[in-house]
């Protein structure tokens, strides 16, 4: 199939690669002409702009965008993929945006007779290179059906989360839990820690019991605890900060459009605000532990 990939980034070229290893045809676009260079390096071709990919006789397109001003740039701008798209080409944004822009860019693609999913990823740059991201996708069945075979060059488990924007629901949705619980098992470990209990003791009877969560089992916040998570090597890697605070945003105005009230999602995204503003945006998630330690 030639598809169309624009948005190569730390997600996105690592997803243009598994789409080219699966055999597909790419013409590919960023702003940053390194990131062309590398995939046109394992045979993509290069677009001078998204225009170009539109006009590339490409039967999908596939976009991996900072935020929804970017998608709605590149989709809806006067010399955007729609202005310049013929009828019938599929069009999925993996972009993680909030789930009303998603409805709103799908609304436009499908008055112009192209078909559209929203399909956020999870799994971090280890499970875009590996092939192995989860999808939650938004979108007709019948839509989805038809994008699962490419889905699946790139990921492992696709999710069907219900119509358009539900992709970005689910998105939103799991990550701002994943904040709360993070700041959760921060406070429980710095507590129990400054009590004097040893930190892997504590984790371990955390694991076994009913606060067992991802946050404490996979990626515990206290330095010593786990040997592979970010908190053994000074959380670098992982899923930033900044990226859990832009998630937090997007939870919290999703809300505040619906009037749903999202009171620990709201204190959460303050302190990650209050963390990031110290200087600590490029540091894992998991890092907040350092508003709670008396020794950091």
Request: hydrophobic residues 50%.
């Amino acid at each position: 199939m030639h598809i169309g990939f624009l948005g190569l980034g730390n997600m996105g070229g690592p997803m243009a690669q598994n789409l080219l290893k699966a055999g597909h045809q790419l013409s590919v676009f960023d702003p940053a002409s390194p990131a062309i260079a590398a995939l046109v390096e394992l045979g993509a071709a290069a677009a001078a702009s998204p225009a170009a990919v539109a006009r590339a006789n490409v039967e999908l397109i596939i976009t991996m965008l900072p935020a929804a001003a970017q998608v709605k740039s590149v989709y809806l701008g006067e010399d955007g993929l729609l202005a310049n798209l013929r009828a019938g080409v599929m069009l999925i944004d993996c972009s993680t945006i909030d789930p009303l822009s998603a409805r709103e860019v799908a609304a436009a693609a499908a008055e112009h007779g192209n078909p559209m999913l929203d399909a956020p990823v999870s799994g971090g740059t280890g499970g875009a290179t590996a092939g192995t991201l989860t999808f939650m996708v938004g979108g007709t069945a019948a839509d989805f059906d038809r994008a699962q075979p490419t889905l699946a060059a790139m990921g492992k488990n696709i999710v069907h989360c219900g119509d358009s924007g539900n992709g970005q629901v689910a998105k939103v949705a799991n990550n701002m839990l994943l904040g709360i619980s993070m700041v959760g098992v921060a406070e429980a470990m710095a507590l129990g820690v400054a009590l004097g209990m040893d930190a892997k003791v504590l984790a371990g009877i955390i694991n076994t019991s009913s606060g067992r969560c991802w946050s404490s089992e996979i990626n515990n916040p206290f330095p010593g605890v786990l040997e592979n998570a970010p908190a053994a090597r000074g959380y670098s890697g992982g899923f930033g900060t900044d990226l859990m605070l832009k998630d937090l945003g997007l939870a919290s105005e999703a809300a505040k459009q619906i009037r749903q009230p999202v009171i620990l999602g709201a204190l959460t995204q303050q302190l990650y605000q209050s963390f990031s503003a110290q200087g600590n945006g490029g540091l894992d998630f998991s890092a907040i532990i350092n508003l709670y330690r008396k020794d950091a």
